[in-house]
């Protein structure tokens, strides 16, 4: 954290390099003129993101940008261009230019043509090639995932796309990638971010962003920068990944999309699947537009086993366990928008995405708790039903433009973001039996079988037996999520000349401003306190369903009926004197889960490119100043009421950073950079609350004193690139993290009650992270024959982390651990083959072990996993149509966290296999 009086004198040293620069450039303007276009394939007439340009003879060029423009400032005179573009022939204009000129050169490159049958590289390569080309003129470490490229991977979501990317690993859900770990480093420490700029999370407790509600073909591509510059925003440890929307490039109307069917080998149905794209730009070029939808369905089911209390390794013993049956519905709704206009000297848009994922979830639990009855262990049994439907969206709105003339580049945008997350029902009705006689064989301890219930064997399957259980209670509840941005930024481009060598000054500000609140809609516990003997069998509770063949029959008895919700609300209705709510736990429930916060970030920066004949030098600082602000409440246990808590959270950031690039030639690369970050705490654990348990003396409280994680950062890679798609990198990075936080389990006296189990997250000292990544992917364009089909991809990352915490357990000794979302092993690896219009694709991820959270002193860790996936396509019709086949986890990986080993599993969940069948158009 840096020093006000630091800060204000920076900002005046700042101001005063901002007001020469100013000076300087209004020097030089009198002579100065701007040459501008776009360079697109001359073939497909698709831009060239990354295209080259440059000035023969000199060190002055630009790259294009995703859309293919470009702009670059010169002097007065005849010059010559030159055009490159990996996969493309190079080509050359000579032209003049006066001073004050906006002079517009428009390009089209040809396609280089391959070694394997004189044909170029269209279709399946051309993404790949794309992306590879926007690495490759990057300024910063990029990594970059095209549209075409995400279509040849079975991945539905952003999320799944970016399992890809090295370095990259997931947190599932159901089996559906969902939150995005980068460098190993848990989901807040990365940036996510739509056509830019930061939106805002769905999830009522964080502020990262689940990004298995966003389709990835509502996309053109997704950008994963593991370093900042000084133009992006600070807060990104990990890395910075940002979501790009599409833009309409094509002068006749193109109309593309699929239709597909997807089938669930664990749920046993099918649903369907289809998304369509129109656009087109106006014959002069100007104006643009485009308009997408997606629609994505699934039905899955998932087998779920939950273990607690284990005894000594190679024992029968444990305390507690879970058989769970879950049936998930998802709906995944995306759409966006693009509207352009490119003028002379001023380009405007209008962009808009939004994308909901609608889920419906029913979870059938049974639980089985030890208890010690005249020294005999019997278990406490109950059945729970849980019901949920959950809406999680977002949606993102950017209206800007940028204006170019011979002095300046001024780019300006104004946006809105929105995300919720909309419960109206989390609804769970219990049955129990307090205690029966039972026994399990849990000596394999990830495949616990069930000996006898009530005295009965497994084959009579005494599960089914519903007389056992009876009414407990049913509690319901209703909540909403929803998080808020409105952002104003501008950036002001200036170019400067240092003898032959070509620079610009770039500096600009941001403001954003967001709102963020939790509410409980309503809360309920009720019990029954009427005369009549409510068991499970009773008054139409049962649900009917029998979850057969769990775990492919494993647990040796089917699992039986569940409560009914139609059931049990008839039965209320027709009975509501009998049923009491527990006030206490309704206004406990809400006022420690309530909050309304507010943040503010006020952002300013300054940065200085140069290059010389093969080293680019890049450097700057950016300022930010966030002011955070809460109105939130605990409850007071003694008093039975709920008490109204406020505060804030103000602190400021000054971060240097610093890039080399040195192109030993035109394909070999070697960059370097040393930069600063930071990354903000979670909502809750700043602001919600306090939640106690008096009865099992266990207390969850906020911290609204939590600082920032800080982080020095340290990067240095190589990159080749070879072929018309080809990239052999590697590099190093480090991390130093301070005051990083984790959760603290204290025993202490907790509202005058002594031996408190408190957990709170709290600040660390200092973490360091080091490792290294490998990547690799290549056509074999140069093998004879039918080998020359064949595509190879490749990735690996190392990490490896150490940080000292106190009183991570109960006494007061330092505790060395990994930090939390950090994976040592991360890697892909794909054989693909591309002939003719086929190409068939068998890629493999693994994701290594990693600790997910704390549990009093016991590291929960998420084990390793290998997921194969596959794909095949055939284009017909002159590529305008393409059948293709997907299947994914076809090995049917299970997710297994642990206890911090395998001999003490916490859950295994098993969510089965699955298949795509569908059609691709392109008009």
């Known amino acids: 954290m840096k020093k006000v009086n630091l800060v204000n004198k920076t900002k005046n040293l700042v101001l005063l390099a901002l007001l020469f620069m100013c000076y300087i450039n209004n020097m030089q303007a009198q002579e100065r003129a701007v040459v501008k276009g776009t360079v697109i394939d001359s073939e497909l007439r698709t831009p060239l993101p990354g295209a080259n340009v440059i000035i023969v003879g000199t060190t002055n060029g630009t790259t294009a940008n995703f859309?293919?423009?470009?702009?670059?400032?010169?002097?007065?005179?005849?010059?010559?261009?030159?055009?490159?573009?990996?996969?493309?022939?190079?080509?050359?204009?000579?032209?003049?230019?006066?001073?004050?000129?906006?002079?517009v050169i428009d390009v089209e490159l040809d396609p280089q043509a391959t070694a394997l049958d004189d044909v170029v590289v269209t279709g399946a390569l051309e993404g790949q090639q794309k992306a590879l080309n926007q690495q490759k003129s990057a300024d910063n470490l990029k990594s970059i995932v095209s549209a075409d490229q995400m279509g040849k991977f079975p991945d539905q979501n952003s999320a799944e796309s970016l399992q890809r990317v090295s370095g990259v690993n997931l947190q599932r859900d159901e089996g559906d990638g969902r939150f995005v770990l980068v460098r190993g480093l848990?989901?807040?420490?990365?940036?996510?971010?739509?056509?830019?700029?930061?939106?805002?999370?769905?999830?009522?407790?964080?502020?990262?962003?689940?990004?298995?509600?966003?389709?990835?073909?509502?996309?053109a591509s997704l950008e994963v920068s593991?370093?900042?510059?000084?133009?992006?925003?600070?807060?990104?440890?990990?890395?910075?990944?940002?979501?790009?929307?599409?833009?309409?490039?094509?002068?006749?109307?193109?109309?593309n999309g699929s239709v597909a069917m997807e089938y669930n080998n664990a749920s046993e149905k099918t649903v369907g699947q289809g998304s369509i794209n129109v656009s087109k730009r106006s014959e002069d070029g100007k104006f643009g537009f485009i308009v997408s939808g997606s629609y994505a369905g699934s039905k899955k089911a998932?087998?779920?086993?939950?273990?607690?209390?284990?005894?000594?390794?190679?024992?029968?013993?444990?305390?507690?366990?879970?058989?769970?049956?879950?049936?998930?519905?998802?709906?995944?709704?995306?759409a966006s928008t693009t509207l352009d206009y490119r003028g002379q000297n001023t380009n405007l848009y209008v962009r808009a995405l939004f994308s909901e994922l609608r889920e419906n979830e029913l979870r059938r639990r049974a639980t089985f708790t030890a208890e010690e009855e005249d020294g005999e262990i019997e278990y406490g049994y109950t059945k729970e039903l849980k019901d949920r439907p959950e809406n999680q969206g977002v949606f993102s709105l950017n209206l800007g433009g940028n204006t170019i003339t011979p002095s300046l580049i001024f780019d300006y945008e104004v946006s809105y973001s929105q995300a919720w997350q909309d419960t109206p029902r989390n609804n769970q009705i219990i049955f129990e039996n307090e205690g029966i006689p039972s026994a399990f064989n849990v000596m394999d301890r990830l495949n616990p079988k069930m000996i006898s219930l009530g005295g009965n064997g497994p084959e009579t399957n005494p599960m089914t037996d519903l007389s056992l259980l009876e009414f407990k209670e049913y509690e319901k509840e209703s909540t909403l999520a929803e998080d808020e941005n409105i952002t104003f930024k501008a950036n002001l481009a200036l170019p400067f000349k240092v003898s032959e060598n070509n620079g610009e000054f770039k500096f600009g500000g941001k403001v954003r401003l967001k709102d963020k609140q939790f509410t409980v809609r309503s809360f309920e516990l009720l019990e029954y306190e009427g005369d009549q003997e409510l068991t499970l069998d009773s008054n139409n509770f049962s649900d009917n369903f029998n979850a057969v063949g769990f775990m492919d029959g494993s647990f040796n008895t089917e699992l039986g009926n569940y409560g009914s919700l139609n059931g049990i609300d008839n039965f209320i209705n027709a009975n509501q004197n009998d049923f009491v709510n527990d006030d206490e736990k309704t206004t406990e429930e809400i006022i420690s889960q309530e909050y309304l916060a507010s943040e503010d970030v006020y952002a300013a920066y300054a940065m200085g490119k140069i290059n010389f004949k093969k080293l680019m030098i890049l450097g700057g600082f950016r300022y930010e100043s966030t002011r955070f602000s809460y109105d939130s409440g605990i409850f007071d246990e003694e008093e039975g009421e709920a008490i109204e808590v406020s505060g804030d959270n103000n602190y400021d950031f000054l971060l240097p950073m610093l890039h080399l690039k040195y192109n030993f030639t035109e394909n070999t690369i070697l960059r370097g950079s040393a930069t600063q970050s930071y990354s903000r705490p979670n909502f809750q654990a700043l602001a919600q609350g306090a939640v106690f348990n008096s009865a099992d003396l266990e207390a969850e409280i906020f911290n609204p004193d939590l600082l920032p994680v800080e982080a020095t950062n340290i990067d240095i890679f190589g990159e080749h690139?070879?072929?018309?798609?080809?990239?052999?990198?590697?590099?190093?990075?480090y991390k130093k993290l301070d005051n990083f936080i984790y959760q603290q389990t204290t025993d202490q006296e907790y509202r005058g009650i002594p031996n408190v189990e408190v957990t709170q997250s709290v600040n660390g000292g200092t973490a360091n992270l080091i490792g290294f990544e490998l990547g690799y992917q290549q056509k074999l364009s140069?093998?004879?024959?039918?080998?020359?089909?064949?595509?190879?991809?490749?990735?690996?990352?190392?990490?490896d982390s150490k940080a000292e915490v106190e009183n991570f357990s109960e006494d007061d000794e330092i505790t060395e651990i990994e930090l939390p979302g950090q994976a040592k092993h991360v890697g892909n690896a794909a054989i693909g083959y591309n002939r003719g219009g086929f190409d068939a694709r068998l890629s493999l991820n693994y994701n290594g072990a990693f600790t997910s959270e704390f549990d009093g002193s016991d590291l929960v860790r998420i084990d390793d996993r290998v997921q194969l996936d596959f794909t095949m396509s055939q284009s017909f019709a002159k590529r305008r149509m393409t059948v293709y086949l997907e299947l994914v986890?076809?090995?049917?990986?299970?997710?297994?966290?642990?206890?911090?080993?395998?001999?003490?599993?916490?859950?295994?969940?098993?969510?089965?296999?699955?298949?795509?069948?569908?059609?691709?158009?392109n008009f």
């Open 67 to 103: 859309d293919g423009q470009y702009s670059l400032f010169i002097s007065e005179g005849s010059f010559e261009m030159e055009f490159s573009y990996l996969g493309n022939e190079t080509k050359k204009i000579s032209f003049e230019v006066k001073a004050g000129q906006v002079k």
């Open 186 to 219: 848990a989901p807040q420490f990365t940036n996510i971010s739509i056509n830019g700029e930061q939106i805002p999370s769905p999830e009522g407790e964080s502020r990262f962003v689940a990004l298995d509600a966003i389709p990835s073909n509502q996309l």
């Open 226 to 255: 593991k370093s900042l510059t000084p133009d992006m925003d600070g807060d990104a440890i990990g890395g910075s990944v940002n979501l790009n929307t599409p833009t309409a490039t094509k002068r006749k109307l193109s109309v």
């Open 302 to 334: 998932n087998d779920r086993y939950e273990f607690d209390g284990w005894g000594d390794e190679g024992t029968n013993e444990i305390e507690s366990f879970e058989v769970s049956d879950y049936t998930i519905e998802r709906n995944r709704y995306g």
């Open 721 to 733: 690139y070879f072929g018309t798609v080809g990239l052999l990198s590697a590099g190093v990075f």
């Open 782 to 799: 140069f093998l004879p024959g039918f080998l020359n089909g064949f595509i190879l991809y490749a990735n690996y990352s190392y990490t």
């Open 889 to 921: 986890n076809i090995n049917d990986e299970n997710q297994i966290e642990l206890y911090n080993t395998i001999a003490t599993p916490r859950e295994r969940q098993r969510y089965g296999s699955w298949g795509r069948l569908g059609l691709r158009f």
